[in-house]
C-alpha cells in the first residue's frame, strides 16, 4: 500500500541554521499536507499542495511539491525558538491520510 | 472557531479494564479519525467514521472498537485494557469531500494502563 517517508526523523539546529525535512510516497499523490506539532500539544494544519511544482510560502517556511507529486519539502529560513516541534507531511490514501513519521526539530537557543 | 475536544487528557487505568475515550466536534464534520500516537512511529490510524453509524478499520483496529451513534460524537473503546496499549490518542475530524481535507486535532488523552 501507499507509504509516506519522511526524513530526518530528528534535527538539531543552532538558532538561525536553516531546517529542511523531506517527504515521499510511494505513489503519486493527488494533494500534500503539512502539519506541526509543539511539544505537549496536537498536529496543527499548516497548508495543503495540490498542483505539481507548487511552492507556496508562509513567512519564513517554504513548502514545495515535486513535479511528479511524489515528493515534497518543508523549508524553514532562519530558525528560532518557536519552530520547535515535530513536523508531519500527510498524503490521502483510499478516502483517508497517510501521515509520515515526523521530523523532530529542535533549536539551540 | 475549529473545536474538536477529547474526554480526558490524562487517563489511568488497568489491565482488562473497559476503556471509553470520547471524542466531540462542534464544526458540523462527517469525517472522524482515532489515531494513536507512540514515539518513533508517527500517527497510525485506528478506526475512522465517514458517517453516523458508520465505521472503517484504519491500519490498526485490532483491540479496539468505536462507535458512532452522533455525528459530532465518535467514541474509542478499548474492551480490555493491555500495557501495550499505553499511548497517546489523538481524535481528528475533517469537513465532508474525503480526508483530502484539513484534519482538526483535539488536545489528545493520554493513557496508561498499568
Known amino acids: 500500500g501507499q507509504q509516506v517517508m519522511q526524513i530526518p526523523q530528528y534535527q538539531h539546529v543552532q538558532e538561525g541554521e536553516d531546517f529542511t525535512t523531506y517527504c515521499n510516497s510511494s505513489?503519486?499523490?493527488?494533494?500534500i499536507q503539512w502539519y506541526k506539532q509543539r511539544p505537549g500539544g496536537h498536529p496543527v494544519f499548516l497548508i495543503q499542495l495540490v498542483k505539481s511544482g507548487e511552492v507556496k510560502k508562509q513567512k519564513r517556511l517554504t513548502f514545495q511539491f515535486g513535479e511528479a507529486k511524489k515528493n515534497s519539502s518543508l523549508h524553514i529560513t532562519a530558525t528560532q525558538t518557536t519552530d520547535v516541534g515535530t513536523y508531519f507531511c500527510?498524503?490521502?490514501?483510499?478516502?483517508?491520510?497517510?501521515f509520515g513519521d515526523g521530523t523532530t526539530l529542535t533549536v539551540k537557543p | 472557531d475549529v473545536k474538536v475536544t477529547q474526554s480526558s487528557r490524562y487517563l489511568v487505568k488497568r489491565t482488562g479494564e473497559k476503556v471509553f475515550l470520547e471524542c466531540v466536534q462542534d464544526m458540523d464534520h462527517e469525517n472522524m479519525f482515532w489515531y494513536r500516537q507512540d514515539p518513533g512511529l508517527g500517527l497510525r490510524l485506528i478506526y475512522f467514521s465517514y458517517d453516523v453509524k458508520m465505521k472503517e478499520k484504519g491500519d490498526i483496529p485490532e483491540g479496539y472498537s468505536v462507535s458512532r451513534e452522533k455525528k459530532e460524537r465518535f467514541s474509542l473503546i478499548l474492551e480490555s485494557a493491555s500495557t501495550n496499549q499505553t499511548s497517546m490518542y489523538l481524535c481528528a475530524s475533517s469537513a465532508p469531500g474525503g480526508s483530502t481535507d484539513t484534519q482538526y486535532f483535539g488536545p489528545g488523552t493520554r493513557l496508561t494502563v498499568l
Open positions: 500527510a498524503g490521502p490514501r483510499a478516502g483517508k491520510s497517510t
Open positions: 505513489t503519486t499523490l493527488s494533494n
